[in-house]
């Protein structure tokens, strides 16, 4: 029973024995006197029933008071003593039990707070000598933390389910490379974040597949590298190297990636071609003017007028030759950009990976010919794969192609990629128009075209005919190499880092899993969280006030991770309300040029996306960014918990203010009334609300969730 329910019983038991004697005397005497003399009895009890009614109830008030000071002070004093011992002991060591009440109260405070203290004396030895023993493993890391910060090279490590565990500061600034500054802003990269999220998921499962499929077959420390387009057109080179053990056996626990933004590198030697190009058919006609006036020199009927003229041809053209050359300088002065990489490929395992890359994209029957298992060439894996696809894809699509050979052959010199059909055929001027079109399947589409993708490769592609088989192939042409084996590289090791540091992990997530289970029923100490908070021009949603700042921090695996925010400015584009302004200190001056909604608002929902939404009554914060879920194309379906009704059902005899609930459980406020402020301080509540709510039973999330709704604060709307 609760305590207010108690209360009310104890009240109603003071009244029926305050009033419940005299009632049931009044009755007995009343029914035990004679009837003619009742007339009398009734005029004394008209005389003296007032006073003893009144006497009655102000004894009653009296009692109330009384009862009600008890329970106030060993009642509810007790139980908030109760939820005080719980913050202590699980939440905020240093909270410590207010010394008020009747002195048996104030003597129980002062012995726990006594106890209190004697724990937090025994834990500061402990931390002493813990602190002194992992001194030298501090140092290793600040070592390694510090050399992660110098490299200027991009890198990420994820665990097989390509969730990210570990990245550096590089990593984070190479963010800019896939997208404006509204979308970079909102994280592409993060603890716990996909890398699907960054990369091509096809990209990343083929790059996957073909190391795995590597280390099966007997490569020890196998690596790729790829390059790739961002959606902002920035390319980027990716080298991947997997995490395992020396066994061969031994499953791949996870990945090393690192990255590199190539395009300035790309787009300088594009220039360099263009460059090169001019220079040969610019200097062709003046060479061959030079050669033409050195002959005419030579024959002796030319005169000295002539000769002059000659001469002055001859002075001309190296002029105009020397100041080409001398443009060429000065363009590539400080650098000239390397070849698109290329690696070594066993032709044998690019027919294989592309025949699973098509059976997965494409309703065709596949069959293979390999006439040599050991052709070896140079290629960029992934775009030659995407080559084969759109060519095969042309052919089902548009010629009703149902079977495919994919056959692999060379002469010494190149090695030949045919894709053959029985059936109809084409012409040369098809596949050369092919060549002018973007790289695309199902619907997907490439910023390369497949002439770039065969330049790149020095390859050449023609149609032609077995007419014999009555077979049709269209064939690619490339450069053949000698059978080459890759050095064996050393596996990166990647011990913990300190944390704190600008270089973020959290190696637990190794064991994350996709498949750990449905999200309601997993604990709420493994979840993926973003905690935000929004300011406003006003408290009216519904009634036309705007979002002007969202401000939001991430919780992975227990740890909050405050360099993984998301802060924004909004324009509103409508008047802000005064008494709004008084309260967040945001004027319309700091508002003007800033995104407006339909900017920020998708960027804020990729933030969040694949996490639990967590809020200070969120309920209010939800409703403005619902409004806006139809107009923008957007729909934050995720589940949502509400720091305000957890607060409500672990502390029911407390106030639950987020001023409050920071001071019940120790959390600093800074920058309070800013969306971000709010939000880091609601993350720290809510980490410190977890322990407590699982010994109250509610581990997860589905848990959570019920808990909430039990408060009274759930029947808010907005």
Not at 9 to 23: D, H, I, R, S
Not at 147 to 165: F, K, P, T, W, Y
Not at 475 to 489: C, G
Request: hydrophobic content about 50%.
């Amino acid at each position: 029973m609760q305590a207010r329910w108690r209360f009310a019983l104890a009240v109603a038991v003071l009244a029926a024995l305050m009033t419940g004697p005299f009632v049931l005397t009044a009755v007995m005497i009343w029914a035990d006197t004679p009837a003619e003399t009742r007339s009398a009895l009734h005029l004394l009890a008209d005389r003296w029933l007032p006073l003893g009614v009144l006497t009655t109830l102000a004894g009653f008030a009296v009692g109330i008071a009384l009862l009600g000071r008890l329970f106030r002070h060993y009642v509810q004093g007790l139980l908030r003593m109760a939820e005080g011992l719980d913050v202590l002991r699980r939440a905020n060591p240093g909270f410590r039990v207010p010394e008020e009440g009747p002195r048996e109260v104030v003597a129980l405070a002062q012995a726990i707070n006594r106890l209190a203290d004697d724990r937090d004396r025994l834990l500061a030895e402990l931390d002493a000598r813990v602190s002194e023993a992992r001194r030298a493993v501090e140092e290793e890391r600040n070592r390694l933390a510090a050399l992660m910060a110098q490299l200027a090279e991009a890198v990420i490590v994820c665990n097989a389910e390509g969730r990210i565990i570990l990245y550096n500061e590089a990593a984070r600034r190479l963010e800019r490379a896939f997208g404006t500054s509204v979308t970079a802003a909102s994280g592409w990269i993060g603890l716990g974040r996909s890398i699907h999220a960054l990369l091509d998921p096809d990209l990343v499962a083929y790059v996957f597949d073909t190391l795995e499929a590597r280390r099966g077959g007997g490569e020890a420390h196998p690596q790729l590298q790829v390059v790739t387009a961002t959606p902002a057109g920035s390319l980027i080179r990716v080298r991947v190297s997997p995490i395992a053990g020396e066994a061969a056996g031994e499953e791949i626990s996870g990945y090393v990636l690192m990255l590199e933004d190539v395009t300035e590198q790309i787009e300088r030697e594009a220039a360099r071609n263009e460059l090169l190009f001019e220079l040969t058919e610019g200097n062709r006609a003046a060479i061959a003017n030079i050669r033409l006036a050195a002959e005419m020199l030579h024959l002796p009927e030319v005169d000295e007028v002539m000769r002059a003229r000659f001469h002055a041809v001859i002075a001309r053209e190296v002029e105009a030759v020397s100041e080409r050359l001398e443009a060429a300088s000065r363009a590539f002065a400080d650098a000239l950009r390397a070849r698109w990489p290329l690696e070594p490929m066993r032709g044998a395992d690019l027919v294989h990976a592309a025949a699973a890359y098509l059976q997965r994209r494409l309703e065709v029957a596949l069959k293979l010919e390999i006439l040599d298992e050991e052709l070896w060439f140079d290629a960029d894996h992934f775009s030659l794969l995407q080559a084969l696809a759109f060519l095969a894809g042309r052919l089902v699509e548009d010629y009703g192609v149902r079977t495919l050979r994919l056959r692999l052959s060379a002469d010494e010199r190149l090695v030949y990629l045919d894709l053959m059909w029985s059936g109809g055929s084409l012409s040369n001027e098809i596949v050369t128009g092919w060549e002018l079109e973007p790289l695309g399947l199902g619907g997907t589409r490439s910023p390369l075209t497949l002439r770039e993708v065969l330049e790149r490769h020095g390859a050449a592609m023609w149609f032609d005919r077995e007419k014999a088989r009555h077979r049709a192939f269209v064939r690619l042409a490339l450069p053949r190499k000698q059978s080459v084996r890759l050095p064996p590289a050393a596996v990166p090791t990647m011990p913990p880092l300190e944390e704190g540091r600008p270089e973020f992990y959290d190696f637990d997530l190794f064991a994350w899993s996709d498949k750990a289970g449905a999200l309601e029923d997993r604990p709420l100490a493994e979840l993926s969280y973003t905690v935000f908070d929004t300011e406003t021009t006003g408290l009216d949603p519904a009634g036309g006030d705007e979002i002007i700042q969202i401000g939001a921090t991430r919780i992975v695996n227990g740890r909050l991770l405050k360099h993984e925010s998301f802060e924004q400015l909004i324009d509103p584009r409508r008047p802000l309300d005064p008494a709004s302004i008084a309260v967040h200190h945001i004027t319309p001056e700091m508002l003007e040029g800033q995104p407006t909604i339909a900017e920020v608002l998708p960027a804020f929902h990729r933030f969040a996306h694949d996490t639990v939404l967590v809020a200070h009554n969120a309920a209010f914060d939800m409703r403005f960014l619902q409004l806006k879920e139809e107009k923008l194309g957007i729909r934050f379906d995720q589940p949502v918990l509400d720091t305000l009704l957890l607060a409500a059902f672990l502390l029911p005899n407390q106030e639950h203010s987020l001023e409050a609930l920071a001071l019940y459980f120790g959390v600093r406020v800074f920058g309070r009334h800013t969306a971000l402020g709010d939000a880091l301080v609601t993350a720290e509540i809510f980490l410190k609300m977890i322990p407590l709510l699982a010994e109250k039973g509610v581990v997860t999330l589905r848990q959570a969730r019920e808990a909430s709704q039990q408060t009274y604060y759930a029947r808010l709307r907005y």
